[in-house]
């Protein structure tokens, strides 16, 4: 007889969820107060001269059947979340938190119900979208010397399919107010800037510095093929960055960030399917 699997007590019921939630918060809130790293929350106008990165993300995006709904609420939410980031100043040895400057996503801070991707389910909840905030903030860090120190994924599968994507698919961000944050921290001795602001289609984003990097980064996607195995269609791929100086063109470092086997969740039948294993 097959052992039934046993509930975690955040599974029992949507009180014991709220509980578990509640818990979560608070020890992040005790772990931010001892936290001895200097968080960034100064802001200036004036922007830095150096543009070191910009990229924009479209921000009503074909994705399934979701509720179009969903997709203009999420634009609301990123109107609102945005100029609590935008402009802050990340100087040298501070971090960045997402989630301590854009705090918590309320009805009465004017959020509505977008979508949302817990445990690999698609839901909904106040303030659903700020991922997109963050992966869009992500994708530009990636470009810079940086450190990420948080930052969690929608490990293990392919929820949607592609429909104009421009960054590669496994650099996505997964958040939750505020136990899973976003987090990076400075330790170079430049200044950074980071600005955000919306337009109606697209949310946009730059990473400016004081001075010029003598570096450049390049995210570069290999070995991409969908493969059939016992439980399904899956995607596979890999992700690497690479550093190369300026001045000579040189490659400085290769670094693989992350290798990707996600569960393909949606029709199967047009994907060109290069490897089985069943």
């Keep these: 007889?097959?052992?039934?699997?046993?509930?975690?007590?955040?599974?029992?019921?949507?009180?014991?969820?709220?509980?578990?939630?509640?818990?979560?918060?608070?020890?992040?809130?005790?772990?931010?107060?001892?936290?001895?790293?200097?968080?960034?929350?100064?802001?200036?106008?004036?922007?830095?001269?150096?543009?070191?990165?910009?990229?924009?993300?479209?921000?009503?995006?074909?994705?399934?059947?979701?509720?179009?709904?969903?997709?203009n609420n999420k634009a609301a939410n990123l109107n609102i979340a945005a100029p609590k980031v935008s402009n802050v100043m990340i100087r040298p040895g501070e971090c960045f938190s997402f989630w301590k400057l854009v705090g918590s996503c309320t009805v009465k801070k004017g959020y509505k119900e977008g979508l949302t991707i817990s445990n690999g389910q698609l839901g909904k909840d106040i303030g659903g979208g700020m991922c997109q905030f963050t992966n869009l903030i992500h994708w530009?860090?990636?470009?810079?010397?940086?450190q990420i120190v948080e930052?969690?994924?929608h490990d293990g599968l392919d929820l949607f399919p592609d429909y104009g994507r421009q960054i590669p698919f496994g650099v996505g961000t997964s958040i939750m107010y505020n136990y899973l944050d976003y987090r990076f921290i400075n330790p170079t001795e430049y200044v950074f800037q980071l600005i955000v602001y919306t337009t109606s289609e697209y949310l946009c984003g730059e990473l400016r510095a004081d001075r010029e990097l003598p570096y450049k980064y390049h995210i570069k996607l290999t070995d991409e093929f969908f493969s059939e195995e016992a439980d399904g269609i899956f995607r596979n791929n890999c992700i690497y960055r690479e550093c190369y100086d300026?001045?000579?063109g040189g490659l400085i470092t290769k670094?693989?960030?992350?290798?990707?086997h996600a569960k393909v969740m949606y029709d199967t039948s047009k994907l060109s399917v290069t490897e089985r294993t069943v």
Aim: proline share 3%; hydrophobic share 35%; charged share 30%.
């Design 246 to 248: 300026k001045k000579t």
């Design 1 to 71: 007889m097959m052992e039934r699997k046993r509930k975690l007590f955040c599974e029992i019921s949507p009180f014991t969820y709220k509980l578990s939630l509640l818990k979560c918060r608070v020890i992040r809130h005790v772990f931010n107060l001892t936290c001895l790293k200097k968080f960034a929350t100064t802001k200036s106008n004036e922007r830095l001269p150096v543009l070191v990165y910009r990229h924009k993300s479209l921000i009503r995006r074909k994705l399934g059947n979701v509720d179009v709904q969903l997709q």
């Design 151 to 153: 930052h969690h994924h």
């Design 255 to 260: 670094e693989l960030l992350k290798r990707n």
């Design 140 to 146: 530009m860090v990636l470009h810079t010397p940086m």
